[in-house]
């Protein structure tokens, strides 16, 4: 399920009484505010708040809490070598939700016990890091970054072999045909390669507008030298949310990110 749809889903959700825990947790460790793993002490002093209010609560209503409180705990403490930026959870038992983000993006810490999961901040986050496509176009290759959040879910990579004029999904490897490029490269590229790439391209077109139907994408930016990055433009229907004319194929998935929507 794409984020947007499981957000979606979450707007919907209701329960007669309170029963749902929503967490907003910051553990960003270059934020100074974090240091030593203080957002241990803040997730403690978030819960402690809620013991402290839910103690005088009807049985049913404190046992509800009791079990998605260490839910959740348990969820973070297992991930805790792991975390990002961020922590989003939203837990209920009866009837049952659980719906977990590690995410790379700015997060405030909160806590909220209601009838549904609040969720303003999240929203929030999704318009600012929306579900997106990157693709990063070269000479042997094209490599797409499927990301949400400043997360990447998941890295593909199609290799174009200029011989055989035929392109395979490469996922996890890098083309042995990748070429560099530089200033004035293009001018000496045959010209039938380059015929033969541009129909590389256009059939990688089609492949990302499908990627971005299945897979729920709001916005697709291409990053890449500039005679490429355009001429991957143009190969798409509807033109990208952004073009960054900078090679970034060799870089590590984390950076693209910054580099696309922290520009």
Not at 3 to 29: G, I, M, W
Not at 81 to 95: E, H, M, R, Y
Not at 213 to 236: C, D, P, Q, V, Y
Request: proline share 3%; aromatic share 10%.
């Amino acid at each position: 399920m794409s984020l947007s749809k499981e957000l979606q889903t979450l707007k919907e959700f209701r329960c007669d009484d309170r029963c749902v825990l929503s967490v907003y947790l910051n553990t960003n460790p270059a934020d100074p505010e974090q240091l030593n793993g203080a957002w241990k002490i803040h997730l403690k002093n978030g819960f402690s708040r809620f013991d402290e209010y839910l103690a005088a609560s009807e049985d049913k209503e404190l046992k509800a809490y009791k079990a998605v409180k260490d839910k959740v705990v348990k969820e973070i403490e297992k991930n805790q070598s792991d975390l990002s930026k961020g922590v989003v959870i939203f837990a209920a038992n009866d009837p049952e939700i659980w719906s977990v983000h590690f995410v790379q993006v700015p997060v405030k810490t909160s806590f909220h016990w209601e009838n549904h999961p609040v969720t303003e901040e999240l929203e929030y986050m999704l318009k600012a890091y929306p579900e997106a496509g990157i693709v990063l176009p070269s000479f042997g290759e094209v490599r797409i970054l499927d990301t949400a959040m400043g997360v990447v879910k998941d890295e593909l990579t199609f290799a174009f072999d200029s011989g055989l004029e035929v392109w395979s999904e490469q996922k996890g490897v890098k083309s042995s045909i990748q070429r560099g490029t530089g200033e004035g490269h293009s001018d000496g590229f045959d010209h039938r390669l380059k015929e033969n790439l541009e129909r590389f391209y256009k059939g990688m077109g089609s492949t990302v507008e499908k990627l971005k139907k299945e897979r729920g994408w709001k916005e697709i930016h291409i990053a890449g030298e500039a005679e490429l990055a355009n001429s991957f433009a143009k190969t798409l229907r509807e033109k990208p949310q952004s073009c960054i004319y900078k090679n970034l194929n060799n870089v590590a998935a984390g950076k693209v990110l910054a580099a696309v929507f922290e520009k």
